[in-house]
């Protein structure tokens, strides 16, 4: 019988990491290769030049036009997309049969909308929480309910 496994995505809007856990007693560990991470920055390092001048209507003044999204919450957004997408590609290839989610609120938000409805259909459990910084030790009490690690 083939042992059911079950991905914990750990995920905020700049860093994410995927832990397995493989049954009861057997705790998490790290998968190798899934830990993410994009430098923070700020919206001045992200938008290098001034925004554009638009003219006020009825009249021959220009003002700064700001930009339509926040910069820094765009790539965030993009970034914990990109996790939904690793998230199904890994799905199909068989790579884990369970999912549990730990996000902080915002990413957790984006996360459901991004995600794949196979993806949704493996998710067992979700918190909205932030635990990317926590060792992966002292994880297990975040999960009571969800698994028995």
Do not use: C
Not at 10 to 28: F, N, S, Y
Not at 32 to 48: K, R
């Amino acid at each position: 019988m083939k042992k059911t496994i079950t991905w914990i995505l750990l995920a905020d809007g700049a860093q994410a990491r995927v832990l397995e856990h493989t049954g009861p007693g057997k705790g998490l560990k790290q998968v190798d290769g899934l830990d993410f991470a994009i430098p923070a920055l700020q919206a001045q390092d992200i938008m290098a030049d001034r925004p554009g001048r638009g003219a006020i209507p009825g009249g021959d003044s220009k003002s700064g036009m700001q930009p339509r999204t926040d910069p820094v919450e765009h790539r965030e957004s993009e970034f914990v997309k990109s996790m939904a997408t690793m998230l199904d590609e890994k799905l199909r290839k068989g790579a884990y049969d369970r999912l549990v989610i730990a996000a902080s609120p915002i990413a957790l938000g984006v996360i459901r909308k991004a995600i794949t409805p196979a993806v949704r259909h493996a998710i067992v459990g979700e918190l909205d929480k932030d635990l990317t910084n926590m060792p992966t030790a002292q994880l297990d009490k975040h999960f009571d309910g969800i698994l028995a690690v």
